[in-house]
């Protein structure tokens, strides 16, 4: 038991690195972005390509600070060259999305030729590997010995959301990308500039999904496809946020790492259900929260609520029975 | 002669604001009903309510004796209600033609199993063009047919959106606030053209409408809503005389 | 060295399933407005159905007692494939119709939760469902897990002439293609093309003229997955077989690079766009056997163009090569009292386009066929 809450705080902590930020973004830019795996992929490759490149083991806080500035710089770059000129001429969502595939699509073969060419220069594998970080296996705390990476990637997540917080709701930069989001007209009046703000609000989203892919590294191998082995889930999280809700988000993300780590070690034990089923569980409640709680008219849907067909046939049903009765 | 739609004690809440407080009100078949109040006061809310977009909390909504609220907006169409957006909502891809084609109901063409089959719809499909060109000549638009609704200018577009609910043989068109944004002659013009849609198809037509000068003119009778109550209702004269209505105007709200 | 006809037999065959995958789509996206991010996963459900029951029928009926998946039955099906033509054709038309149902099916339930919820949610629940499909496939044991199944008997396996019987199975997808591509237009340009249409363009008021727009939603989600099926039956017979990850995200992805690239709205740029992409992938297959071992696979490259190609085209021509076209139906003819024959001649200059398309291809291929005839 205990190793599973373990990994489930392994996950939480990834997921919420990933998912917070997707939400951010799409509040924000009303932009569903599907190239967002791919800044934690990179995210997850910049400690290996230091490590492997320069041949050293890579200090913590030169990992942080490269894995969040190439997360935020692709992101602010994916901005300028494809969605801002979208967003200009006000392109329907759809068109935003497909472009974002796009996106992803590019830069995941663009990573990928890369690293086939790094892999040949420096003659070591990199498709399925790991970064050599700086960073002893196990401290004593307390007498007890305790998994450095482990506390490291619980500390970082806190301290990372709680400057998050402080920064969104105490800082004027902040508070202009929360006014953005609610209610762009207002905002613009009063002097903010959508186009700022949307860059730095991508720069956090990238550099954040990025910090999300470092933490991915320290704690499994990681391969190009390891942005999108995940992208499900981090879209379950923010699903269950309704995409617009930051901290649902982020019980979002308990809910999904729960669910994948505990749930289905019960599913294990009790129904023989293999292991490697737990992108279906994602699944599953991804489409449970949308039948519960459809966000009604949100991402552009029927501002009202439809009432299915089936519930006045159940209606007629049932006047049928008291007539009979 | 009984009323062709009749509101009785809606109301409707959303969150803490109430936006329909027990509203009751009827629409005599053949006449020109108006609906006033100054904004916020909940006309948009009512032809909401009426139009099946919100199921009221409580109270009920009748047309031609039988009882509406609660159904969908499309089944509400297909009983002979249409409505008007007060900024139009027309396809703007699609042409006049095909705007205006939408509008009768029951189209065997429209259809799924049946689309494939030209047979089965073609006639219904030349019958309804036909009545298309004599709408659109009776306001000289025909020769407009193949423009594509996004490049009609505002006049045209508020004829074509005024016009919707009649090649679907409506009974009741709700229409609301008609002439928003338009010129004041362009929009004695549409007044005057509903007048005659009514006598020449015996329509009738429940307007919501901020020009009070022009609707007096048209309307047999007014209600007038106010913080989502009904404050007053009568002919012309006896609301514009009315004082709670002008305190309302002018005062408060 | 390069062999043309081969070359052009593989290209056409794969144009043509991938063909009636950006048709469907084009239905959803280009006239309903529906963002179908999880086509990849009526494809292959289409695929695998048509797998699974080619393989049992033909095992029950030879008498033989071996799982769909196991080696022997790979081998079994290896020998009887060729014996009954008739089988084989029948298993065929089976396959077709069961692909199309239960992938038809499938997308009118997978509609369900997502027609209230606008475009983004809709996105994501298919694409999820997409996936997810993929890895319970990969687990799903009767069906070969991850390994999936093989030997799936061509409808075809009883000529000797393997030239002849990939050239009449190319004929077969393409008459399939035009087949599809008939039905398409003829529902496009109907009222039920203009309700759809209304649809894309506003829900609320195509809701507030009478049309009950979840329910035609669900119906045409039905049809095109269904569709989406048969050309993922017309991908298993043509592979011979068929893993879990053949069917990927990036399947559906390319397919709507083809529909975004060839005009959306428009059936013609659908197979426009299809033709592109689909010369593109193959060029590119050549390439990278011509030259094995360059420094940048030419996959990734392929890849970058593709997803490039996408941005470019959003940005600087959104509607892609070809335009949208208005409704053909003959309300035109009302108005047009003094070119009455202009829409008639339109549209049988339509059909006799298409027609000499597909007999250019057939030229074209008999040709080269004759020249590798001689060099041989």
Known sequence: MMSELINMTWYMCMYSLMAVPLTLSYRTSRVLNFAHGVYITIGAYIPVLISKGLSIKVPIPLALFTSFATGALLAVITHILVFSPLIKRRSAPVTLMIASMGAWIFIKYMFYALLGVLQKMWMTPLFYTSPNIDIPSTITLVGISVDTKFLFALTLTSIVFLLLTLFLTKTKTGMAIRAVADNLELAQISGISRERTLVITWAISGGLAAIGGLIWSLFAYVSPETGDSVILQVFACSVIGGLVNLPLTFVGSIIISSSENILIVFLHNYLGTPLSFRPFISFFVLVMTILVRPPAGAGGGLPYRYFPKFKTLYERALRVKKNNV | ?253 | ?376
């Open chain 3, 1 to 376: 060295m390069f062999d043309v006809v081969s070359f052009l037999i593989s290209w056409l065959t794969l144009f043509g399933i991938y063909a009636i995958l950006a048709l469907c789509l084009n239905m959803e996206i280009g006239y309903t407005g529906m963002a179908n991010f999880g086509l990849v996963a009526f494809f292959g459900i289409g695929a695998f159905i048509t797998a699974y029951i080619s393989i049992s029928t033909f095992l029950s009926f030879y008498g033989y007692n071996y799982p769909v998946y196991s080696l022997d039955a790979i081998i079994a099906i290896g020998k009887v494939a060729g014996k009954t033509p008739w089988l084989n054709i029948a298993v065929f038309l089976l396959s077709l119709v069961l692909s199309f149902l239960v992938a038809g099916i499938a997308g009118y339930f997978i509609s369900y939760p997502t027609l209230r919820v606008g475009p983004a949610f809709l996105g994501i629940t298919i694409l999820s469902f997409g996936e997810m499909l993929r890895v319970f496939m990969k687990h799903f044991e009767p069906t070969g897990g991850a390994y999936g199944i093989l030997g799936i008997p061509h409808p075809f396996a009883w000529v000797s002439d393997p030239l002849i019987k990939n050239i009449s199975y190319l004929t077969l997808t393409l008459m399939i293609l035009a087949g599809v591509f008939i039905y398409f237009e003829l529902l496009a340009n109907s009222p039920y093309g203009r309700v759809l249409k209304s649809v894309r363009e506003d829900e609320v008021a195509s809701l507030c003229m009478g049309k009950p727009v979840p329910k035609i939603k669900a119906e045409l989600l039905f049809v095109a997955s269904g569709i989406s099926g048969v050309a993922g039956a017309l991908y298993a017979f043509y592979l011979g077989s068929v893993t879990p990850d053949m069917f990927i995200t990036t399947v559906t992805f390319e397919v709507w690079s083809m529909v975004i690239l060839g005009g959306r709205g428009n059936n013609f740029g659908a197979l426009l766009g299809t033709s592109i992409f689909t010369l593109l992938n193959r060029a590119t297959s050549i390439l990278n056997f011509m030259f094995p071992g360059s420094l940048i696979d030419p996959n990734y490259i392929r890849w970058m163009i593709t997803g490039a190609l996408i941005v470019i085209v959003l940005i600087y021509k959104p509607k892609g090569i070809l335009p949208e076209k208005p409704i053909k139906t003959e309300a035109w003819k009302i108005f047009e009292v003094r070119r009455g024959g202009r829409i008639g001649l339109k549209l049988i200059r339509t059909k006799v386009i298409v027609i000499a398309l597909i007999i250019v291809r057939y030229i074209k291929m008999a040709i080269y066929w004759l020249i590798g005839r001689e060099i041989i």
């Open chain 2, 1 to 253: 002669m009984d009323p062709i739609l009749r509101v009785q004690g809606v109301s409707k809440r959303f969150g803490g604001v109430e936006a329909l407080k027990d509203v009751s009100l009827e629409v005599k078949r053949g006449s020109i009903t108006g609906l006033i109040g100054p904004n916020g006061s909940g006309k948009s809310t009512l032809f909401n309510v009426i139009t099946g977009f919100y199921k009221p909390d409580s109270g009920s909504v009748y047309f031609e004796g039988k009882r509406i609220d609660g159904l969908n907006p499309n089944e509400i169409y297909n009983m002979g209600i249409a409505r008007t957006f007060q900024i139009p909502r027309l396809f703007g891809s699609l042409t006049i033609l095909e705007n205006m084609m939408l509008s009768p109901k029951g189209q065997r063409g429209e259809s799924l199993v049946k689309a494939p089959f030209k047979k089965v719809w073609l006639d219904e499909e030349i019958q309804l063009a036909n009545e298309v060109k004599n709408l659109l000549k009776e306001f000289d638009m025909d020769g407009l047919y193949k423009v594509y609704a996004s490049e009609l200018s505002g006049g045209h577009i508020k004829m074509v959106e005024t016009s919707k609910g009649i090649l679907g043989r409506a009974k009741l068109i709700l229409l609301d606030e008609p002439t928003a944004g338009v010129h004041y002659a362009v929009g004695r013009n549409l007044f005057e053209y509903i007048n005659y849609l009514r006598k020449s198809r015996d329509l009738t037509f429940f307007i919501v409408e901020h020009r009070i000068e022009l609707l007096f003119d048209y309307v047999d009778y007014v209600y007038v809503l106010h913080m989502g109550r009904v404050l007053s209702q009568g002919t012309p004269d006896e609301v514009a005389s009315d004082p709670k209505v002008i305190e309302a105007y002018i005062g408060g709200a």
